[in-house]
T-cell receptor
Framework: EAGVTQSPTHLIKTRGQQATLRCSPISGHTSVYWYQQALGLGLQFLLWYDEGEERNRGNFPPRFSGRQFPNYSSELNVNALELEDSALYLC????????????FGSGTRLTVV | RKEVEQDPGPFNVPEGATVAFNCTYSNSASQSFFWYRQDCRKEPKLLMSVYSSGNEDGRFTAQLNRASQYISLLIRDSKLSDSATYLCVYSGGSNYKLTFGKGTLLTVNP
């Protein structure tokens, strides 16, 4: 069974640009979670999608947005990139109705220069 | 008070040592608890869930004390491959969001 897959692995953007990160959940999983891990900081919750709907969002500005597609894959968009957006962005998936620890993808390392 | 507080570390131990990590959480409505490990520049991986009765998986033992809002992880007979950052995690409520501690870095030395 394929795990959570994320693309691209690395992304370099300049300040002010937009970044799009992609995530494919484990087959059968309906929930997708996005987290940001900046250098030296813990994982910060960004967004939760389930069944195509945004269910919860963390304490991030509106320029962080995303969506979930009918096949449950997801995109995270970051507009007007700032230097401090440089981080590892992790996607995880789970069954929507179970409170289990979930499985992460290997992440996208975004560098804003 | 931070949602999840862990020992700041780092912990440097010799091979074969026993090491314990502690964690406190502030949300009394928390329902599920986990320990994750994260290797350098890699994604976090679920190490084990934590139950009120305590649970063991080989050299790893996890304990939960709901009254004290405290979680622990004990690693016996440390191996070089145990070197990683250990993350204390909980979830609560209906959003299934996991809240992570900042982690404790463990280095096991030969």
């Amino acid at each position: 069974e394929a795990g959570v897959t994320q693309s691209p692995t690395h992304l370099i953007k300049t300040r002010g640009q937009q970044a799009t990160l992609r995530c494919s959940p484990i087959s059968g999983h309906t929930s997708v979670y996005w987290y940001q891990q900046a250098l030296g900081l813990g994982l910060q919750f960004l967004l939760w999608y389930d069944e195509g709907e945004e269910r919860n969002r963390g304490n991030f500005p509106p320029r962080f947005s995303g969506r979930q597609f009918p096949n449950y894959s997801s995109e995270l968009n970051v507009n007007a990139l700032e230097l401090e957006d440089s981080a590892l962005y992790l996607c995880a998936s789970s069954f929507g109705d179970r409170n289990y620890g979930y499985t992460f993808g290997s992440g996208t390392r975004l560098t804003v220069v | 008070r931070k949602e999840v507080e862990q020992d700041p570390g780092p912990f440097n131990v010799p091979e074969g040592a026993t090491v314990a990590f502690n964690c406190t959480y502030s949300n009394s409505a928390s329902q599920s608890f986990f320990w994750y490990r994260q290797d350098c520049r890699k994604e976090p991986k679920l190490l084990m869930s934590v139950y009120s009765s305590g649970n063991e998986d080989g050299r790893f033992t996890a304990q939960l004390n709901r009254a004290s809002q405290y979680i622990s992880l004990l690693i016996r007979d440390s191996k070089l491959s145990d070197s990683a950052t250990y993350l204390c995690v909980y979830s609560g409520g209906s959003n299934y969001k996991l809240t992570f501690g900042k982690g404790t870095l463990l280095t096991v030395n030969p």
